[in-house]
């Protein structure tokens, strides 16, 4: 059983950078994929960045490459997302999410978090 706890959302000027962090808990968190998902006011669920379990390998969502960053700790069992240049575009409840691969992960995973609110202002 795969649980996650998001943290580290708040309102930020545009410009300005926020770090997400998401703890997940269960011996199914080894060899998972993990990844972000956001959901504006309005808007469908639509993904951000996903992380192969080693680490080696990243994905990012065309509208945040170059300003994102995913990243992980297995050892802490957790998963950053470093989120730089921040737009108004961005604001959205920001998930965390796990699956078997990057792959699942991607096409929409199987485990989710509770999600945490990121506002970016004009």
């Known amino acids: 059983q795969v649980q996650m706890v998001e943290s580290g959302g708040g309102l930020v000027q545009a410009g300005g950078s926020l770090r997400l962090s998401c703890a997940a808990s269960?011996?199914?968190?080894?060899?998972?994929?993990m990844g972000w998902f956001r959901q504006a006011p309005g808007q469908e669920r639509e993904f951000v960045a996903a992380?192969?379990?080693?680490?080696?390998?990243?994905y990012y969502a065309d509208s945040v490459k170059g300003r994102f960053t995913i990243s992980r700790d297995n050892a802490k069992n957790t998963v950053y997302l470093q989120m730089n240049s921040l737009k108004p575009e961005d604001t959205a409840v920001y998930y965390c999410?796990?699956?078997?691969?990057?792959?699942?992960?991607?096409?929409?995973?199987?485990?989710w978090g509770q999600g945490t609110q990121v506002t970016v202002s004009s």
């Open positions: 269960g011996r199914t968190f080894s060899g998972y994929a």
């Open positions: 992380i192969s379990w080693s680490g080696d390998n990243t």
């Open positions: 999410a796990a699956d078997i691969n990057v792959r699942a992960v991607v096409a929409g995973a199987d485990y």
